[in-house]
């Protein structure tokens, strides 16, 4: 989907693009113009990046610290979760084991493969 969102966008873009030539040239100087001033904000405006240079690397480690706090929670979590097995010859057989509201029948696979002996 976002495929084709790609496309649409592209499409108008071209759309929009002039055709004659003298329009072309003042597109293209308008382009130059606005990138050229992008591109020298910080040396026009040195106190306001420095500004932001500072508030992006307070949400960088306020990034940091959020992402540490999360994978500390999930590694606690993890570790104090009981341990299941993961093969199903062990279904059934842990009486003990929590299972939630299932039984034993939600617990055994509905559908075997045919049996290999039947097929000679």
């Not at 990138?35 to 306001?48: G, I, L």
């Not at 341990?83 to 039984?103: A, H």
């Not at 075997?112 to 000679?120: A, L, W």
């Amino acid at each position: 989907m976002s495929l084709f969102r790609i496309l649409f966008w592209l499409a108008i873009i071209v759309l929009l693009l002039p055709t004659d030539n003298q329009r072309q040239e003042q597109v293209i100087g308008t382009v130059t113009a606005a990138f050229e001033r992008a591109v020298t904000f910080c040396d026009r405006n040195p106190s306001t990046c420095a500004e932001a240079s500072q508030l992006w690397a307070t949400f960088v480690r306020k990034a940091e610290f959020g992402i540490d706090l999360a994978s500390r929670m999930i590694r606690e979590r993890m570790a104090s979760a009981p341990q299941v097995g993961t093969g199903v010859s062990q279904v059934g057989f842990e009486p003990d084991r929590e299972r939630g509201t299932l039984s034993n029948a939600d617990l055994a696979p509905q559908w075997r493969g045919p049996n290999v002996r039947d097929t000679y």
